[in-house]
């Protein structure tokens, strides 16, 4: 078997409906996260896009003075958001062969580790085709028997092979082959995940990383919402 691609290209997608509270946690997060690989790894090329998929809030203000790309969408669909925020990053980064892109999805309600990305390109250059990650909920926003049951549930290495597209990687042939994120209202990451299992993919499930989940994720209940079921 030949070693895997270098990657060359690093695209981020980050898709947004009406986030102006956590926000800007996010965007300070990720403007680590994006120094660090530039400084590690100057060779690749990094381009974030934050997709504004129907903001009627203030998220647009923030998003906007960001060293970031913005793209406003009124879709409403997270799937088409993601999708979108892909098909913008590409051209931006210049062509490249797809198995030299990797493709890296968050979510504006979450906050990424200084090391998240250089961890994915890591894990990628280390045979990976597709990275799937978990995620810690915001301890703040929970209780002390909450913080507690989460502790004991997730202990520091055990990787539930959970998918969650706050912390998400895929290697830019296989998102092709697998036909990208679908352009649903949700589970895009899931159907993904599954399609591109089925093509053979080699998927490695970290818990090398853990995105810290705002407290006001509106896609789950209040509590410990990083453990589904």
């Given at each position: ?56 809030d ?30 913008t ?83 830019g ?26 093509a053979?993919a080699?998927?490695?499930a970290?818990d ?22």
């Amino acid at each position: 078997m030949s070693a895997p691609d270098r990657v060359t290209r690093l695209a981020v997608v980050v898709p947004v409906n009406d986030e102006e509270e956590l926000l800007p946690r996010c965007l300070a997060a990720l403007d680590v996260a994006v120094a660090r690989v530039r400084g590690e790894r100057p060779a690749v090329r990094v381009e974030v896009v934050i997709v504004l998929d129907g903001c009627t809030d203030g998220s647009a203000a923030l998003a906007r003075p960001s060293s970031f790309t913005v793209l406003e969408t009124g879709y409403r669909r997270v799937g088409a958001a993601r999708a979108a925020g892909v098909e913008t990053a590409t051209p931006l980064l210049g062509r490249v062969r797809p198995s030299r892109l990797w493709i890296a999805s968050t979510d504006a309600d979450s906050q990424v580790p200084p090391h998240w990305l250089t961890h994915q390109v890591a894990t990628a250059e280390a045979g990976a085709d597709l990275v799937i990650g978990t995620v810690r909920p915001d301890f703040a926003d929970l209780s002390a028997a909450q913080r507690t049951a989460w502790v004991v549930t997730h202990p520091a290495g055990h990787v539930n092979g959970h998918v969650h597209g706050a912390n998400l990687g895929v290697r830019g042939d296989l998102y092709l082959a697998a036909g990208g994120f679908p352009r649903v209202a949700e589970h895009e990451d899931v159907d993904l995940v599954a399609r591109a299992r089925g093509a053979g993919a080699r998927i490695v499930a970290s818990d090398g990383l853990r995105p810290h989940l705002g407290p006001l994720d509106r896609a789950h209940p209040r509590g410990v919402r990083a453990a589904p079921a």
